[in-house]
C-alpha cells in the first residue's frame, strides 16, 4: 500500500472499488456491501498516515458474496492522488460487544446533534436495538461534527457511540449499521478498544 491517503476518502475508494467489480454499483448484492474507511494518524491538511505494516482494508458483506469481491485481491485502488495495492484475503466474523463506535453516521436532513441524536434513537427502535446513543466531543469540547465530500457536494454527520448493547444486539449493529453511505464507510460499528475514540 501506499502510505498516505486523504483522510476523506470514502467516495474516492468506493469509486475505485466499482471499476474493478463494474457490477457493484447498480446492483442488488451491491447494496449488501458496505466499505470501511481506512484508518490511519491524523497528518493535519486532510491526510492520514497509513500504519508501517499496512493498513486494513475492509468489506462488509453477506459470506454468500465473498466470492464476487475476491478479483479485488493483488489490484492497485487509486484513491485521488494516492495508490493502494490489496493484500491476500481473510474473512472475519463479529465479535459482540456492549460497546460500538462508528467514526461517522450521516442520517439524511440531520445535521445538527439534538435533531440528529433523536433519528438516530428511532432508527434503533425500528430495528428492535436498544443502546445508550452519545456523539463523542473532540478536544474542544464540541460534537464530533464530520463532513464527507461525495463529487461537487458535501454531507454532514456525527461519530457515535452505542453503550450497553446486548450480545445480539450488537451483532445486529455491526451487521445492519445506522444511517447512510455505508458503501462510502458511514454508519459502520466498531468495537470501542479506548472509550474516549478521536
Known sequence: MGNQLPADHGYALYSSICKHLPTLHNSEWGKSIAVELISGRPLGQGRILLPNRGANFSLRLPSSHCGQVLPL???????GQDQI??????????????????????????TEPEGFLAAAYQQLETLGITAQ????????????????????????????????LSDEDSLKLQTIGLGGRRHMGCGIFNPIVNLTPK
Request: charged letters at 25%.
Open 73 to 79: 485481491a493483488g489490484k492497485r485502488l487509486k484513491i
Open 85 to 110: 495495492t490489496i493484500g491476500i484475503p481473510s474473512i472475519q466474523l463479529f465479535s459482540p460487544s456492549s460497546n460500538l463506535y462508528s467514526r461517522t453516521v450521516i442520517i439524511k436532513k440531520f
Open 133 to 164: 446513543l452519545e456523539i463523542p466531543l473532540d478536544e474542544q469540547g464540541r460534537f464530533q461534527r464530520r463532513v464527507m465530500r461525495i463529487r461537487d457536494h458535501t454531507v454532514v454527520g456525527f461519530s457515535l457511540a452505542a453503550h450497553n
